[in-house]
């Protein structure tokens, strides 16, 4: 069970949620119009600068000494790492924002800012769960693109299911491999949710 749990939480890792919930935004809603080649190169824009880019950082510091964990599991060296990943969200914000994309897609990276930034001050004090911040962002764009009828409607069940589904098995994981506890898995979810959910109906 801990060796399933070790590879749903890499495979969900925090830093590869938003290519994920870009690539639903884009190819699951009418932007599909614009055609897989842009759509494929606003992923790799995506992936470059929400989890290649923060990755890279975050290797540097574990080679340098300034963090002893590549996994971060130590909530006092999480501060510079998720500076980075801030630096890095903004990059990705202002790089979508040039190509054109609309606002409600533009309001997930942003709820992912203000969610860092929010993860950061809490993470001084309590370990909050980066991995529920992202799970719960991911089921609050799904539902979102669902209510305001910008999914197209075949996607629509499975990805809610499917969403609601993979954040139960995120937490679980996480719980199992007692990173953290129940608490900090249902914070971070919570938060997850209010950040994407506010941002989304500020940008409309």
């Keep these: 069970m801990k060796l399933l749990a070790t590879v749903f939480s890499t ?3 925090p830093l590869l949620m938003p290519t994920y919930g870009i690539a639903i935004a ?4 009418y932007m599909r119009i614009f055609g897989d080649r842009l759509l494929g190169l606003l992923i790799i824009g995506v992936l470059l600068t929400t989890c290649i880019l923060p990755a890279l950082g975050i290797f540097i510091l574990y080679k340098t000494g300034y963090i002893s964990d590549f996994r ?7 501060t510079v790492p998720y500076i980075i990943n801030f630096v890095c969200y903004i990059a990705c914000y202002l790089y979508l924002y040039r190509f054109g994309i609309p606002n409600w897609i533009l309001s997930f990276v942003a709820g992912a800012i203000i969610s860092l930034i929010i993860s950061l001050f ?14 719960g ?17 075949p996607y629509i069940f499975p990805l809610q299911a499917g969403s609601i589904l993979l954040a ?3 937490g679980s994981s996480r719980i199992l491999l007692k990173r953290h506890t129940l608490g900090q898995v249902g914070a971070g979810f919570v938060l997850g949710i209010a950040c994407c959910g506010t941002l ?3 940008f409309i």
């Excluded at 809490?122 to 799970?135: E, G, L």
């Excluded at 962002?137 to 409607?153: A, D, E, G, N, Q």
């Design 11 to 13: 495979l969900f890792h």
């Design 26 to 29: 884009l190819f699951t809603s």
């Design 72 to 78: 971060l599991h130590k909530r006092t060296e999480r």
């Design 122 to 135: 809490i993470n001084r004090y309590w370990k909050i769960s980066a991995h529920m911040v992202a799970a």
């Design 137 to 153: 962002s991911m089921v609050t764009l799904v539902f979102l693109m669902s209510f305001y009828k910008l999914m197209l409607s």
């Design 168 to 170: 139960g098995v995120i």
């Design 200 to 202: 989304f109906f500020l």
